[in-house]
């Protein structure tokens, strides 16, 4: 009778505490367990985003799992099912495209595991999947790059627009801030748009074509600095002068572009902020204790122009 009572009570225990495992909060030590499933390394914003991310969950003592989806959601489905399989205390993911993670979110859900969104949205009716996004307003920021040209235009204006990767929430919301500023002025006409994927050799490619096919492009307008560098390649291979010949909008404000910026190759920039690890480890510790968060955390940014990224690039952290 002592040793069934023994053995029972061991299987109540073990079953208590595999009910129980689920997002549990943190490990025995203490310490909190993140997989964080990246886009990728497309661009300069990427690698700066990951380094505020790996440094600041360093700064916070928080076990960071981290995965390169290569730019591919099926890749970060496969990591987000493995962060699920390793129970860890909280998932957060930059979502490549929209749309398609419901089924992989009721997942971590079921598992007591709670999602933060970081950078880019998702398209979903259900809003109980994750806990809270932190990033940016891309509609607003194509509504900045918009509003730039309109005050800024010379008459009949032909704008090309090289677009992010297709289905990604900045490539749609940048587009529809960007078309919904300049609908207002009938002089500015989007003659030719194109995915660049938001990388360098994207937007060069693209441009490459855009000018064989188009000899009255006034205006580039790149969803992020990467694209617009690539698009001053192409310009300057073509014989003309970027940021004089064809006048240049980009989003992001990193290094790089900043540096096109001040140098005249770039005429406007509307800054993204990459670095979001401080406001998402803080935001993570808050969803394992059980805190409540707002359900969107959105970035203060700003706009550059020539003299203002002269002005900010000695002090730039990115």
């Not at 979110?105 to 079921?110: C, F, G, K, P």
């Not at 900045?144 to 289905?167: C, H, I, M, P, R």
């Amino acid at each position: 009778m002592k040793r069934f009572t023994t053995v029972t009570a061991a299987l109540v225990l073990v079953t208590a505490t595999a009910c129980g495992s689920g997002g549990s909060g943190e490990t025995d030590d203490g310490t909190i367990t993140m997989g964080f499933a990246q886009v990728g390394a497309e661009s300069g914003w990427r690698t700066a985003n990951t380094e505020s991310i790996r440094q600041a969950a360093e700064d916070a003592g928080i076990d960071l799992q981290f995965s390169d989806a290569q730019q591919k959601q099926e890749n970060q489905i496969r990591a987000i099912r493995s962060y699920i399989q390793q129970d860890v205390d909280v998932i957060a993911f930059s979502p490549v495209v929209e749309t398609g993670w419901d089924a992989v979110l009721l997942e971590a859900q079921r598992a007591d595991i709670p999602v933060i969104l970081t950078d880019r949205a998702i398209d979903s009716d259900d809003t109980s999947l994750y806990e809270t996004f932190l990033g940016s307003d891309f509609v607003e920021e194509g509504r900045k790059a918009g509003q730039w040209l309109v005050e800024n235009a010379e008459g009949e204006t032909n704008v090309v627009e090289l677009q992010g990767t297709t289905g990604a929430a900045p490539a749609i919301d940048r587009k529809e801030g960007f078309e919904e500023v300049i609908a207002g002025n009938p002089d500015i006409e989007i003659i030719a748009t194109q995915t660049g994927d938001f990388t360098r050799a994207g937007g060069k490619e693209v441009m490459e074509a855009f000018l064989r096919s188009h000899d009255d492009i006034d205006v580039v307008y790149a969803h992020n600095d990467d694209m617009g560098l690539g698009a001053i390649e192409a310009i300057r291979a073509a014989g003309m002068e970027p940021g004089e010949d064809i006048r240049i909008i980009t989003v992001d404000a990193v290094e790089a572009g900043m540096q096109a910026l001040a140098a005249g190759e770039i005429n406007f920039i509307v800054e993204c902020n990459p670095l979001l690890g401080e406001q998402l480890m803080e935001l993570a510790e808050k969803v394992v204790a059980g805190e409540e968060v707002p359900e969107r955390v959105v970035v203060e940014e700003t706009t550059f122009t020539q003299e203002e990224a002269e002005a900010a690039l000695p002090d730039r952290r990115y």
